[in-house]
Every structure is written in C-alpha cells, then in structure tokens.
C-alpha cells in the first residue's frame, strides 16, 4: 500500500524556469516530510524537510511548501539548472522516534539547456 | 570511511543461491537502515536496528531475508535462496540517532538474480 505518491514519473523544464514537484500522502499520521535527490548510480541524498508546524521551509533555490488538509506537499526549484536533473524522492514519517521514512516512487526531473 | 559504504556494488547470482550484502555505515551512526530499489519503483523500508538490535524488521518481505549488525557497526544483510524478484539495489542508510531526518545512503548494492 502506497502511502506516499508521487504521480508523475517524469517532469522536463528549461532551464531558469521553475521546477514544481508534487507529493501526496495518504496517512495523516505523518507529520515530517523530506525530500531526496538521486543521481544514477548514486544514494539518494538529502535535500530538505518540513515539518507538520510549518507550511514552508526554504532553502536557497529550494522550497518545500506543506498543505495538511489536503496532505500534498511540493517541492519547487527556482531558478532550475541543468544540474538539478535527478530524479526526487519524497518521504514521510509519523513521527521523529526510530521510525523508517515512506518513500514515493520518485520524480525523474530533466532540467534542459 | 567518511560516508556510508556497501559491498559489493554489482552482485550476479543463479537463482537459489544465498547472497550476503554488507553495509558499513559512518562511524558514530547508531542507526542503521536497509531499502531495496526495485526497476521502476520507490525505496521499500527492510530493516532498521538501533545499535546491535533490530527493533522494526516489518519490512523484511519473506523470511529469506535476515539481517544482523555486529559492535554497532557493519551490518549484513542475507539473502537465501534467492529468487529473480529478490532482483534490486539494495540501499543502506545511517544517521546518528534513531530519529527520521537526514539518512545518508550508501550507493547501493545492485543485485541481478538470473
């Protein structure tokens, strides 16, 4: 059961342009979301998070924004640039206490000159 | 090491036969972490310990799969039998504490089971 979803496989943008990022999830005990960025043949690495108190966390070019009542979150990139192609996980978490992360399937984004 | 390291990074095996996957994560981490990557799907949660112990392995998808971790460090994971859908990267993960946040991956290790 896909408790964190990401429904686009894949995204293309011009570079300098924004990049918008979609997840939704499914289980409103989750109350810490991240994002992850993963390049071929790469561990994903970590990019930035939100927690369930806020509604946006910057940071520079990337801003995660969390809307609770419709349990969506996205990621923006802005400006976008050709090293920003990778593909993004989102994962959730009910809480902040041993618990594994809910990873989504993953967005591949190609960021193009 | 300065990150998170696994072993070995491409694994081809015969179906039925037992594979072992190491993961040495980064030192003072106490928490550790295993996912699987199948072709075209997200990260599945295995196994998390906490030190030496294992305190959720609801992950774990048959009882093929096991996993231990010695002096809160290396960890292995264990295949038996091993089956052509057990085929994926399986990803380890530590991070300081047993909090959520910032897990940082190793490359992975890509298992082909022909």
């Known amino acids: 059961d896909q408790q964190v979803k990401q429904n686009s496989p894949s995204l293309s943008v011009q570079e300098g342009r924004i990049s918008i990022l979609n997840c939704d999830y499914t289980?409103?005990?989750?109350?810490?979301f991240l994002w992850y960025k993963k390049y071929p043949a790469e561990g994903p690495t970590f990019l930035i998070s939100?927690?369930?108190?806020?509604d946006k966390n910057e940071d520079g070019r990337f801003t995660v924004f969390l809307n609770k009542s419709a349990k969506h979150l996205s990621l923006h990139i802005v400006p976008s640039q050709p090293g920003d192609s990778a593909v993004y996980f989102c994962?959730?978490?009910?809480?902040?206490?041993?618990?594994?992360?809910?990873f989504g399937k993953g967005t591949s984004l190609l960021v193009t000159p | 090491g300065a990150g998170v390291s696994q072993s070995p990074s491409n694994k081809v095996t015969e179906k039925g036969k037992d594979v072992e996957l190491r993961c040495d994560p980064i030192s003072g981490h106490t928490a550790l972490y295993w996912y699987r990557q199948r072709l075209g799907q997200g990260l599945e949660f295995l196994i998390y310990f906490q030190g030496n112990s294992a305190p959720d392995k609801s992950g774990l998808p048959s009882d093929r799969f096991s996993a231990e971790r010695t002096g809160e460090s290396v960890s292995t994971l264990t295949i038996q039998r091993t089956q052509q859908e057990d085929s994926a990267v399986y990803l380890c993960a530590s991070n300081r504490q047993p909090l959520t946040g910032e897990l940082f991956f190793g490359e992975g290790s890509r298992l082909t089971v022909l």
């Open positions: 289980n409103s005990m989750f109350d810490y």
């Open positions: 994962a959730a978490s009910p809480g902040d206490s041993g618990y594994a992360l809910n």
């Open positions: 939100i927690s369930s108190i806020k």
